[in-house]
């Protein structure tokens, strides 16, 4: 039956057919719904790990125990997970292992631009890439099978247009292979040096086996032009992912495309085969130009990013402007667009109406912190009018740099910086940071941003909020118990809607000459079980419009006529504005 | 061999996009076209301008809709709409609510929300619909519907059977809302 899928949704469909039986993966845009959309099938065991290392190790032990195993993380979070990732490119496998990496090229939703092509060839391990959601779903069932005839591993990669986008697919029953015996076997799955010195060159060995694989396999295939180029030469474009439609679309039938399914390794006869049918060749790839090194190290003469940017998504406009002139044979002119004169204010994403993190921002930006921010929403406490973070790095940054920022200061920091991180970054990277400050003793003052859930991504649970993927109760680590049982003798939980004691609990925590935690605890505002009051109103014959209201960036809050004014849309009645009013203007509204 | 008609879906992060672009994708694979319909996740759908492309035709390759390229718009917020305009063809055709919402730059007073903005667009030469789609769905029972409503009236201008579009809503709406939806369907349809 044909239906329209997301590409994750197509991904996490391919993983049923392919008979998985355990996912585990850690939440980041856009490869999140991967994991979400596995776990409806109650056939297959799902799980939120603290971060994307356990999981890969998790689905190691899986596939040990000799069933399909996945996890799921966005480009960097293959960073996190490269420690194992390497390593089991040496163990290879006992039942198959598939992992998924998301690029996000245009940074949607994330902080940086990488290109996780990198991993797969320095972990040596063979990375697929799908170009639609069909594709996602197909290449599932076969790196399963790739998998566990190479002994390898297997990366899926997406990237935001390829994971978001929904096409169409037709899907296929599950099957499910017989449970592989699990069977001690010292040489392959202990590397120590002596066993692994054996291993790498199994590895070198299976990259080239996959290589000549490579060459003749359905998912790398060339589509001969059929009609000629306009300026008469024979154009050969070299393309994979999303980049593949966008070719399609700009240059249809005229241009021959060699579409690569598999980006690690890559073919040598296949690439020099349709270079040698073609008098221009061209690759077109978002991001690094490792396709157009690779035709280059082949003696291949290959423009590329010649023309192309290294930087941000494509698009059909994009080719036809960086490639009209040497495909067409004349460039590109784009039509007039239509706008109107007036500037169009930007709309950035912004803190939520209500959102816990809004008091704790406005209190720390009021005493002048200096804030070492992390990874979540709380990262829009940078944003104006807060303007409170001064640093956000990866996860779990803000404990471990508040550590050597007070250290090497010289006694100028500790009494006014603090880190910032949220309940899930915190489990999943800033525990180790805290194990640094109890150990090595800087006076830092940390604050854990606890929402009870993890918030950016879309509302998954972690370790702290008690329930599993699944929405049942599970195992919940208490913070507070966590972060004295490493010794923190002053940890301390404040309510971030009341300004007076987040402001107290600030003061008092960075005076303090020793390490301290704060947990600044309010669900996220979005949480359905969250009951919320009657929206505020503005008394508009007490208001004196002061603006002092405007200080927090209450997007329900704006001023209409020199008076304060409340959107009751969005309005949740949390009662941060009220507290900051000096005439009392706020008024609830009757029932 | 018909050529790939191109729809954006523009809005505020939170407006309800995500069921507009489910009801037209549905339509339009039960209609026999290849459909592509691209979203946006995470950090923007924070309040942020969110767009969603739905792209439909006998084949259809690039998920994206590009400048000049939108056959329709349809906006959720008047600033959205003026926002998304040099996104549309020549002879596009704009659906848009009329509801302002003001994003941080004008709240936080650094900038101004432009006036009289459906008659600048007009003026660029844009077909424009501007419709108070709040008041429909409020009237259809729910300020929740106004996706349903801008549906409503882009099936004014689609070449589409009213029971193809039926047979969409009751496939994608829960059943519980969907008489109501059927009837801001009708609103924005009949305005």
Not at chain 2, 130 to 148: F, M, P, R, T
């Amino acid at each position: 039956m044909k239906k329209l899928m997301l590409g994750n949704q197509a991904f996490a469909r391919g993983l049923y057919e392919a008979g998985c039986l355990f996912v585990s993966s850690y939440p980041g845009t856009p490869s999140t719904e991967v994991t979400e959309e596995a776990a409806k099938y109650d056939e297959i065991y799902c799980e939120w790990a603290p971060n994307e290392k356990v999981a890969m190790e998790a689905a190691f032990g899986a596939s040990l125990a000799g069933r399909r195993s996945f996890c799921g993380m966005k480009h960097v979070g293959l960073n996190v997970a490269a420690d194992p990732l390497y390593t089991m490119s040496y163990t290879g496998v006992n039942a198959g292992i598939v992992i998924c990496v998301a690029d996000d090229a245009g940074m949607h939703s994330s902080q940086n631009e990488q290109d996780s092509r990198h991993h797969a060839i320095a972990s040596k391990v063979p990375m697929l890439e799908p170009a639609d959601s069909e594709e996602a779903r197909t290449f599932a069932a076969l790196a399963y099978d790739l998998s566990e005839e190479y002994d390898t591993p297997i990366i899926i990669k997406m990237c935001t247009r390829v994971a978001h986008s929904q096409s169409v697919v037709e899907t296929a029953e599950r099957k499910v292979p017989d449970r592989k015996a699990y069977e001690k076997n010292i040489p392959k799955y202990v590397m120590m040096p002596g066993n692994a010195i054996r291993r790498h060159p199994f590895v070198e060995d299976r990259m080239k086996r996959m290589a000549q694989w490579a060459e003749n396999c359905e998912i790398n295939r060339v589509e001969k032009a059929t009609v000629t180029s306009p300026n008469g030469r024979k154009v050969g474009i070299i393309t994979s992912s999303t980049s593949y439609q966008y070719v399609k679309e700009v240059f249809g039938n005229s241009v021959s495309v060699l579409k690569l399914g598999m980006v690690n390794p890559l073919p040598e006869k296949l690439i020099k085969d349709f270079a040698k049918d073609n008098e221009v060749l061209i690759v077109v790839e978002e991001l690094d130009p490792i396709i157009e090194n690779h035709c280059k190290s082949l003696g291949l003469s290959v423009h590329g990013k010649d023309l192309l940017p290294m930087c941000g998504e494509f698009s059909q406009n994009l080719l036809r402007k960086c490639l009209g002139g040497l495909v067409w044979g004349r460039e590109h002119t784009a039509d007039q667009v239509l706008s109107v004169d007036d500037p169009i204010p930007g709309r950035p994403p912004v803190m939520c109406a209500g959102c816990p993190h809004r008091g704790l921002f406005y209190t720390l930006n009021k005493n002048k912190c200096t804030v070492l921010g992390d990874i979540g929403c709380y990262t829009l406490g940078a944003v104006a009018p807060l303007s409170a973070i001064d640093t956000t790095l990866c996860m779990g940054a803000s404990v471990s740099a508040i550590h050597g920022f007070n250290k090497a200061g010289e006694g100028e920091n500790e009494g006014k910086t603090v880190a910032v991180i949220g309940d899930s970054t915190f489990m999943h990277s800033g525990m180790t940071g805290l194990a640094n400050i109890a150990y090595n003793q800087s006076d830092s003052t940390v604050i854990i941003l606890d929402n009870s859930i993890t918030g950016m991504t879309g509302h998954q649970q972690n370790p702290t909020t008690g329930y599993n993927i699944k929405g049942d109760p599970a195992g919940k680590i208490d913070l507070e118990a966590l972060c004295k049982s490493m010794g923190f003798e002053r940890v301390r939980v404040v309510d971030p809607y009341d300004l007076k004691a987040t402001d107290a609990a600030i003061k008092e925590e960075l005076a303090a000459k020793e390490p301290s935690v704060i947990i600044s605890r309010r669900p996220c505002a979005l949480l359905k079980y969250v009951k919320h009051n009657k929206p505020v109103c503005v008394n508009t014959d007490k208001c004196i419009g002061c603006k002092s209201c405007m200080k927090i960036g209450c997007p329900a809050i704006s001023m209409k006529d020199g008076k304060a004014h409340i959107d009751e849309t969005l309005c949740v009645g949390c009662g941060v504005c009220e507290q900051l009013c000096p005439v009392g203007a706020f008024e609830h509204t009757e029932e | 061999m018909s050529e790939t008609k191109n729809v954006m879906i523009v809005g505020v992060g939170g407006q309800g996009s995500l069921l507009a672009s489910k009801l037209l994708g549905r339509l339009l694979l039960d209609a026999g076209y290849d459909v592509k319909v691209s979203e946006v996740h995470g950090m923007s759908q924070r309040g942020g301008s969110v767009v969603t492309y739905v792209r439909y035709g006998d084949k259809v390759y690039s998920p994206l809709v590009d400048e000049g390229e939108a056959d329709y718009i349809i906006s959720f917020e008047l600033l959205e709409a003026a926002r998304w305009l040099p996104y549309l063809k020549k002879d596009g055709q704009i659906v848009t609510n009329i509801q302002q919402i003001d994003p941080m730059p004008v709240i936080t007073g650094a900038m101004e929300y432009p006036t009289d903005l459906v008659e600048k667009m007009k003026q660029t030469g844009a077909k424009v619909d501007a419709i108070d789609c709040l008041s429909l769905a409020q009237q259809a029972g729910s300020a929740k519907a106004v996706n349903i409503v801008l549906m409503g009236r882009l099936s004014h201008y689609f070449d589409m059977p009213e029971e193809a579009w039926q047979k969409a809503m009751e496939a994608v709406v829960p059943a519980k809302f969907l008489e109501m939806n059927k009837k801001a369907f009708e609103l924005g349809k009949n305005v």
